[in-house]
């Protein structure tokens, strides 16, 4: 254990009213034994679960409790609790809560400072599964995802109430996991080693339209585009992304151009240019409909079918990557998914696309890669190819961040 690795980290955690609530006690001591002072929120409803004295008595300070406790008020405004913290740790986050969060409320203590802040905030949501289910529940988390707050678990596993699913709460060690790789990331990103640099994403499926209401389209759910959009973002880098029609919500801190046709993203990245660094994470459609109709086509009775006639899209990635002089990102990077013989295809690709770099991933059934959440990736460069774990879209977007920001940084041109 590194016991110092939450040194002087000044910690607000704020307890909801939850079973997983007892967990909040170890949690405490985990973050204190590594040098983080914390300081407690405690919800109505989370003293049915725990009392101000058992958390007081671990983080060794008074716990705030009631937004209209004049005493609190004169010692400490709740502006004050969270100016004063590095970090807001929502644990457990109840679907409540969440809710009040999403929805910008602020009728309490807890969530009157959440609203007041301006500091990073993370939550380890817990509840029933039904209720992590719910469409509420899963709007408030695309909201808030959106709104910049980060997650850790919910884990999935038996629950308190008899039921099996996710909406555990991430056990104590992965919370302080989580807070340890939050300002690991907030140091890296603190001296935004992209600023200065300008960056181009593409992300999502694209639509061919066959007529005005049916497309030819794929199952990318651009979330690894997306991610690593705003993972350049966080990074210093003014990114642009260019996003195909996908449920993935917008990142924060990057500009959006939505795009539906590969036409019109090649048009939106041609517009985006000049940039430092490109990245084609789109999985843009290989062909689209010659004509297509102008009207919704009808289907005869007795015909055998019907026949499309498909041309060629353009290669966006190779596009970019065939640019001359000052119009070529310096460094242009593609992907590639493949089922089998991961290295060999994607080395072949990095050569025939002409690009920089490669990111393969592979996504054989057996792997369970193919949109789901984790990414198992290879990145492929002129020296080789480098295995990275598996890891979560998010994490894998970040890693690559860091990846072309040591790139930058030794001063490399790719070209
Ligand atoms: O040729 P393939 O589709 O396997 O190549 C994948 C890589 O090429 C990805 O980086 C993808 O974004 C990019 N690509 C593109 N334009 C296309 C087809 C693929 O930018 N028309």
Same mark, same amino acid.
């Given at each position: 254990m590194d016991k110092s690795s939450l040194e002087a980290r000044r910690i607000l955690l704020i307890i909801g009213g939850?079973? =997983?609530?007892?967990?909040c006690l170890d949690l405490i001591r985990r973050l204190r034994e590594r040098g983080a002072s914390v300081r407690a929120i405690m919800t109505g409803a989370a003293h049915e679960f725990v009392t101000p004295l058992s958390v007081s008595s671990l983080t060794g300070e008074k716990v705030f409790t009631d937004l209209f406790d004049l005493t609190d008020e004169a010692e400490m405004g709740h502006i004050e609790l969270s100016r004063d913290a590095d970090l807001l740790l929502v644990a457990p986050a109840t679907a409540d809560l969440m809710a009040r969060m999403a929805g910008g409320l602020a009728n309490d203590l807890a969530t009157t400072a959440l609203l007041a802040t301006d500091k990073p905030v993370l939550i380890a949501p817990a509840m029933n599964v039904r209720m992590w289910e719910h469409a509420a529940t899963q709007r408030n988390i695309a909201t808030l995802a959106q709104d910049g707050i980060s997650f850790v678990g919910p884990n999935e596993g038996d629950m308190a109430c008899g039921e099996f699913g996710p909406g555990r709460m991430a056990e104590p060690m992965e919370i302080v996991g989580a807070v340890e790789a939050h300002f690991g990331e907030a140091a890296f990103a603190a001296?935004?080693?992209?600023?200065?640099l300008k960056a181009l994403v593409t992300s999502g499926p694209t639509h061919e339209p066959i007529d005005p209401v049916r497309y030819i389209a794929n199952r990318s759910s651009g979330k690894q585009g997306h991610a690593i959009a705003a993972a350049l973002a966080t990074l210093g880098a003014e990114t642009v992304l260019v996003a195909g029609p996908t449920a993935t919500p917008d990142p924060a801190g990057v500009s959006v151009r939505h795009v539906e046709t590969a036409d019109e993203m090649l048009a939106a990245c041609e517009a985006a240019l000049p940039a430092d660094i490109a990245i084609c994470a789109a999985a843009v459609a290989?062909? &689209?409909?010659e004509a297509s109709a102008e009207q919704k086509m009808k289907k005869k009775n007795g015909e055998d079918g019907l026949h499309l006639k498909l041309k060629q899209n353009p290669d966006i990635l190779a596009t970019l990557s065939a640019?001359?002089? &000052?119009? &070529?990102?310096r460094l242009v990077v593609g992907f590639a998914a493949e089922t089998e013989k991961v290295i060999e295809h994607a080395t072949d690709k990095r050569m025939r696309k002409g690009c920089d770099w490669i990111v393969a991933n592979?996504?054989?059934? =057996?792997?369970?890669?193919?949109?789901?959440d984790d990414n198992l990736v290879h990145i492929i460069t002129a020296e080789g190819a480098e295995d990275w774990p598996r890891a979560s879209k998010r994490d894998v977007a970040r890693r690559l961040a860091h990846r072309v920001a040591d790139h930058f940084r030794k001063g490399k041109s790719a070209t």
């Open positions: 939850g079973i =997983a609530a007892y967990k001296d935004q080693p992209l600023k200065g290989d062909w &689209r409909v640019l001359k002089g &000052r119009k &070529r990102p592979d996504v054989s059934p =057996a792997t369970g890669i193919m949109g789901g």
